[in-house]
């Protein structure tokens, strides 16, 4: 038990001889803070990587529209744009081949 006027807390589970967690060195190493958000965002970039259709990401981040998801995320879809303007392009060539 604590000594009176100590404010050292009895120890329960103390084994004589082991250093305890609390007196452990602390690791120095500075870990960056993530907020919820930032999983939010994590979660959809993942997902519009992936190539998930923007209306299933849209519902599934719970916005109102796909619209809202497009807005927020739009630099993310520009890889998308260079894959659909060599499409367009393939189509066009095999068109005039023909």
């Given at each position: 038990?604590a000594?009176?006027g ?21 690791p120095t190493?500075?870990?960056p ?6 999983l ?7 997902l519009?990587a992936?190539?998930?259709d923007?209306?299933?990401i849209?519902?599934?981040l ?6 809202v ?22 189509a066009?060539?095999t068109?005039?081949?023909q």
């Open positions: 038990m000594r009176a100590s404010s050292r807390l009895p120890q329960l589970f103390e084994v004589p001889g082991r250093r305890r967690w609390s007196s452990a060195p602390r190493v500075e870990f803070k993530v907020r919820f958000h930032d939010r965002h994590t979660h959809a970039s993942a519009i992936s190539g998930i923007v209306v299933a849209s519902r599934r719970g916005h109102a529209s796909p619209v998801t497009l807005s927020v995320y739009t630099h993310l879809f520009t890889r998308w744009d260079e894959g659909a303007a060599a499409a367009i392009e393939a066009m060539r068109g005039a081949e």
